[in-house]
């Protein structure tokens, strides 16, 4: 990561944490993915982001504001009541809104990619029914 996603932790007192595997994603998604932290996948906790493994840095980049934008975010009052899929697009808009601030931009190939992961998420499963936690 580069030194601005890191002043930018400390700015929003955020401990950010970069997983750090020495084999290939790949080989990581096959094998062994029941365990979320050395998925290519971030996540958060309160303060606190966790970063996995990408091939690409660019995707872990737009990964890592989008965690941001998740910690920053005002969640709305009636947020058990939200789907997955408005929460997530809360947290890309949040996040990209920093990037943008910040001067970081990003291809076209990784915005691509995350509106990809947006679409994942369910838009019928509200917060309060969800499994997911942290993403
Ligand atoms: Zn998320």
């Given at each position: 990561m580069?030194?601005?996603?890191?002043?930018?932790?400390?700015q929003?007192?955020?401990?950010?944490?970069?997983?750090?595997?020495?084999?290939?994603?790949?080989?990581?998604?096959?094998?062994?993915s029941?365990?979320?932290?050395?998925?290519?996948?971030?996540?958060k906790?309160?303060?606190?982001?966790?970063l996995?493994?990408?091939k690409?840095d660019?995707?872990k980049?737009?990964?890592?504001f989008?965690?941001?934008?998740?910690?920053?975010?005002?969640y709305?009052?009636n947020?058990?009541?939200?789907?997955?899929?408005?929460?997530?697009?809360?947290?890309?808009?949040e996040g990209?809104?920093i990037?943008?601030?910040?001067?970081?931009?990003?291809?076209?190939?990784?915005?691509?990619w995350?509106?990809?992961?947006?679409?994942?998420?369910?838009?019928t499963?509200?917060?309060?029914n969800s499994?997911l936690?942290?993403?």
């Amino acid at each position: 990561m580069n030194d601005k996603m890191y002043s930018l932790c400390n700015q929003y007192k955020i401990n950010l944490y970069e997983l750090k595997v020495d084999f290939s994603g790949d080989y990581i998604n096959r094998s062994i993915s029941k365990f979320w932290f050395i998925r290519p996948a971030s996540y958060k906790f309160l303060g606190e982001i966790y970063l996995g493994i990408y091939k690409d840095d660019e995707l872990k980049e737009i990964s890592f504001f989008h965690e941001l934008g998740h910690c920053i975010m005002i969640y709305p009052e009636n947020y058990l009541e939200c789907t997955e899929y408005q929460i997530e697009k809360m947290a890309w808009k949040e996040g990209l809104k920093i990037a943008k601030e910040n001067g970081i931009k990003f291809s076209s190939k990784t915005l691509k990619w995350a509106n990809e992961q947006l679409k994942t998420y369910s838009k019928t499963t509200k917060i309060k029914n969800s499994k997911l936690i942290g993403h």
